[in-house]
Structure formats: structure tokens, C-alpha cells
């Protein structure tokens, strides 16, 4: 199957899953998870409308930033070291791993230093798995506190990655969780801190994710498809 219907099948999959919850299809968008998939990959799901795409590694993020059209928005979503910040500084809108207060400095000092400021989400190890980024639920609002403190920072929601089910139903709990964080968070109204975004939910689970709240679903194989591009 082409990019282009599975691009349009998962659409059609996230719409179906809005509707379910009584949600608007358009408050939620597709990431396409792109890593090691290469530029023509990209390009063929942007040219079908896929405009938000989601990188896991630096190196790769700047090399195809480089070469595919200015109009992709790239959000980096995969773990991130302080060292390597400066690297991908304005290029990407959205950061969804931000999970210490030392990473967030070093987003804020280099989105400073180009006079921008960037959107991040805060990321939340709701499965406490050892193997996993994140803040511990009971840590997320002394550093969502600490964070919005930041002027270069925008601290626009939360990210979580439950353990792995082969039954979507299994990461639910997870997904209701991090939904129950962020009312709790927009309820103590924290100044320049805005809940609109919740990343969660991946190929195999992202219609639960949506009944249970998410706005961004990163899509990686079931857009591109599990065999490599070339």
C-alpha cells in the first residue's frame, strides 16, 4: 500500500476515533514518526497533506531539514541530550521530550540566543519503566513550576509512552492518566503554563489515545509501513 493511502486510512482512523468520543476530528493532529525513513519517504507523505513530521535523532533531524521543503513542521519527540540542543535551536516547533529542568535551560538559553521561543511538552514516565524518559507523576508539577519560569520556554501540554500491549486497551490506563495530569495542571493555573496539547498514542494504540484525550498522535509504521525506504 502507498504512502498516500495510508496516509488517508489513518486519517480516516483518527476522525472515526474523535467522533467516538465525541471529540472534532480537527483538534487532533498526525505526527508522522519519520525516523530512519528517508527524504523521499517524507516527501511523498508531505506531498498527500502530512505536514507535522516527528524525528527521534539530531543528526538525522538536521540532515533532512536540509534538504525537503520549508513547510514541514518538525517536532522532535525522541530523547534528548543538553549537548546536542544547540543543534536542532529553531529548527523544530514543538520539543515532546522535555522531561528535566537541566534540558529545559538549555532549550531556553539557545531559543534565547536566536531571540524565539520554543514549544515544549513535558514528558511523563506514568509507567515508572526504568527504560523510559520522563518526570514521575508525583514530580511533574514542581518541575512544570520550575520550567515555566523559563522566557524562552512554552510549555504547551504533556507526552507520555506506556509500556507495550498487544491489546490497544492495555495502554488506556495510561492514556486517562496523563489526561487526569493535565486538568489537574490547568486547574492550578500556573502562569504561562497552557494544557492544549497531549502527546500519546502510537501505531498500534492511537484511537484509544483519542477517545482518552490526546491532540498529537505520533504514527510512524503505519504511515511508512515497516520495510525501509530506499
Given amino acids: 500500500m502507498s504512502i498516500a493511502e495510508n496516509v488517508r486510512k489513518i486519517e480516516e482512523r483518527i476522525a472515526r476515533a474523535a467522533l467516538r468520543a465525541g471529540r472534532d476530528p480537527g483538534a487532533v493532529r498526525l505526527v508522522a514518526v519519520s525516523k530512519t525513513k528517508p527524504a523521499a519517504a517524507i516527501a511523498e507523505a508531505f506531498s498527500c497533506g502530512q505536514s507535522v513530521f516527528g524525528e527521534n535523532y539530531v543528526q538525522e533531524l538536521v540532515g533532512k531539514q536540509a534538504e525537503l521543503p520549508q513547510e514541514i513542521s518538525w517536532h522532535f519527540i525522541g530523547n534528548l541530550q543538553s549537548n546536542k540542543v544547540r543543534q536542532i535551536a529553531g529548527l523544530v516547533d514543538m520539543i515532546h521530550s522535555v522531561d528535566r529542568l537541566s534540558l529545559a535551560s538549555e532549550i531556553d538559553r539557545q531559543w534565547g540566543a536566536l531571540g524565539k521561543v520554543c514549544d515544549i511538552l513535558i514528558q511523563v514516565n506514568i509507567s515508572r519503566e526504568a527504560t523510559k524518559g520522563g518526570t514521575r507523576s508525583e514530580e511533574l508539577f514542581d518541575l512544570v513550576r520550575e520550567v515555566a519560569r523559563l522566557p524562552h520556554l512554552q510549555i504547551c ?26 486538568l489537574e495542571l490547568q486547574a492550578a493555573a500556573i502562569p504561562r503554563v497552557a494544557m492544549r496539547e497531549l502527546s500519546m498514542g502510537m501505531s498500534g494504540d492511537f484511537e484509544a489515545a483519542i477517545e482518552e484525550g490526546a491532540t498529537l498522535v505520533r504514527v510512524g509504521s503505519a504511515l511508512f509501513g515497516e520495510r525501509e525506504y530506499h
Fill in 157 to 182: 501540554g504533556l507526552m507520555t509512552m506506556p509500556p507495550f500491549f498487544d491489546d490497544p486497551e492495555g495502554a488506556r490506563p495510561y492514556f486517562r492518566a496523563l489526561k487526569e495530569l493535565s
